[in-house]
């Protein structure tokens, strides 16, 4: 496999690229991808405010590079813009905190010599599933949720990858976490009394080495940055890419075993 060094696939970064909401995902491209004037194998916009670019701007930067991918990574502003806009075909839309874990899980691909699902024609079904069972796990992940249907969705995909789940319900005291390798912790927009319960948690897991994925809705920068000072290892939002999930655990165990992941980067 490739290193991960600056000869990283080639992309076009363009857009609001200063804004706070970015500032990871544009390190992170920085530090993996080929950021330069050269033919891309990807076209990333930045959008912090809805309609901020347009879709002739995509369409005229399409011509020059056909056969790059596209994606449009938007902030926080723009969560409601599919509800009143048209989406734009044929492009991959992002939101801010959705980026790192999906541009880690894309670079491993294309490390590995596979097709990225930029590659991939906009009209194919199923990418995300195909991609998620090439990830195999091992061991029991703790899932601390109030929600059944959550700890079932996650269970299932879980299972998938070759874990066990253990359900821990909220505020319910000491558990035993004995042989647990990883935790994901779901809440909402991450409120006092919740930030709180992920702390009791990943305090917990700790003692295992285990890491945690929290679970947040539709997660602001300050909630982001709120869930690791309580011991997150990673954040992702709701409703969440299980192929992303399933990365982000694969990552955040090999590096708390210390084994370098080819799609980890420095960047939570």
Known sequence: MHAETQHGPGVWLLGDLQHPDFAEAVALLQSTAQIGPGLPELIVFVQSRPGAIGAWEIERLRRSAPLAGVVLLVGSWCEGEPRTGKPLPGVERLYWYQFSSWWRRQWALWAAGRCPEWGLPPATEGRSVRNEERV?????VAIETARWDTLAALSDVLQTAGC???????????????????????????????????????????????????????????????????GAGAVLGKPWLNADLLATLQRLMATEAGVRMPNSTSAA
Do not use: T, Y
């Not at 195999?136 to 029991?140: E, P, Q, S, V």
């Not at 647990?180 to 702390?199: F, H």
């Open 164 to 230: 066990d789940a253990m359900w821990v319900r909220p505020a319910a005291g000491q558990a035993d976490f004995c042989g647990v390798c990883a935790g994901i912790w779901e809440g909402g927009q991450l409120s006092d009394a919740e930030a709180e319960e992920l702390a009791a948690f990943a305090a917990q897991l700790r003692g295992q080495h285990a890491p945690v994925v929290a679970l947040l809705d539709f997660p602001r920068r300050d909630r982001c940055a709120a869930a690791r000072r309580a």
């Open 136 to 140: 195999r796990l091992a061991g029991k």
